[in-house]
């Protein structure tokens, strides 16, 4: 497990090495659409004001997914499509941007958003840890970690909201790639179980893990 982890110094440099891989996913994928699931909560935000800066990129050959996102609307704060508009997807275009309608509710959401997943490979998955080791909206011990398709809705999330739409772990474990990113004291316990394969986001067979030093689980 130890060779799918990066320990980097600090939190800018997660962000800065997390555009670095997506900026050369899409680049290596040139002819033919990348399939770039993009993370929700606060650690990847950096990562994605860095990569708003890369507009050379081809843009135009990148379909966006998400990973999950809360039952609010699309302008609420709490909207996981809301800050990736913000710091990223208004500024770079992309050619194709499938946000989860999850402001229809978590089942119907999670309906609707079933065949986007299932119509094609997922390039890169971008996640991140919550302190309990949940990642996307898939939380310790909830019914979901089970759900049979590639996309389910989420009714009693212990984070807030509680009603969300997530990819599930069949959907993540197709992926091509995924890349976990940690940073903060507060993850460094999630990081240690997840690398022990105890916790929802430690189920995802060669992830990745990009993690800053106070996050590393021997950090001291
Ligand atoms: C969500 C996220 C969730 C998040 C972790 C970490 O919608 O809440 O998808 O899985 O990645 O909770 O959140 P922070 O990055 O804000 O610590």
């Known amino acids: 497990m130890a060779e ?3 320990v980097l110094p600090t939190a800018e440099d997660v962000a800065s090495d997390a555009a670095k891989l997506v900026a050369e996913t899409i680049v290596s994928r040139r002819i033919v659409w990348t399939r770039l699931v993009l993370a929700g909560g606060s650690t990847p935000r950096r990562c ?3 990569l708003s800066e890369k507009r050379s990129l081809p843009w135009g050959s990148v379909s966006i997914l998400f990973g999950d996102e809360r039952c609010v609307p699309p302008t609420d704060t709490d909207s996981n499509y809301r800050m990736a508009d913000e710091t990223l997807l208004h500024r770079v275009h992309p ?4 946000r989860i309608p999850a402001e229809l509710g978590a089942d119907e959401a999670a309906k609707l958003y079933e065949p986007v997943v299932a119509m094609a490979p997922l390039d890169l998955v971008l996640l991140g840890i919550g302190p309990d080791g949940h990642t996307a909206s898939l939380f310790p011990g909830h019914a979901v970690l089970n759900a049979p398709g590639l996309t389910a809705g989420v009714h009693d999330a212990p984070k ?4 969300r739409v997530t990819l599930t772990l069949r959907a ?4 091509r790639r995924v890349v976990i990113l940690a940073t903060g004291a507060d993850k460094r316990d999630a990081v240690r179980k997840g690398l022990e394969g105890t916790v929802p986001a430690g189920m995802i067979a060669g992830a990745e893990w990009l993690v800053s030093r106070d996050a590393a689980p021997d950090a001291r």
Do not use: T
């Open 4 to 6: 799918r982890l990066r």
């Open 48 to 50: 994605y004001e860095l």
């Open 95 to 98: 050619g194709l941007v499938y």
């Open 160 to 163: 807030p909201p509680p009603d």
């Open 172 to 175: 993540l474990r197709s992926a």
